[in-house]
């Protein structure tokens, strides 16, 4: 069975940094291609950024020189690296495997 736990939220003021982890299992991750989604309160799905079994990143226009995602095959762990943060980046972040499966999501709030 695919799982997916996501990590590493919480509450940080505007200009601060997070770092998410999600851990995969139930596949192989080293051959899959990860991405990280989010949803702001009363907003739809929104994707963040992908991270391809190359090692080639993908961002949303709005996260682009702030958010870095990276891999770790040996730990089946994909990260957020999420700095400059903006009261905008509020939102439930989800990892996923190949756009399909998401983990339960974690709350990233940014506010003073």
Known sequence: EVQLVESGGGLVQPGG????????????????????FRQAPG????????????????????????????????????????DSLKPEDTAIYFCALNYGRRGQGIQVTVSS
């Open 17 to 36: 940094s997070l770092r998410l982890s999600c851990v995969g299992s139930g596949f192989t991750f080293s051959t899959s291609v990860m991405n990280w």
């Open 43 to 82: 907003k739809g799905l929104e994707w963040v950024s992908d991270i391809f079994i190359d090692g080639t990143t993908l961002y949303t226009n709005s996260v682009k020189g702030r958010f870095t995602i990276s891999r770790d095959n040996a730990k089946n762990t994909v990260y957020l690296q999420m």
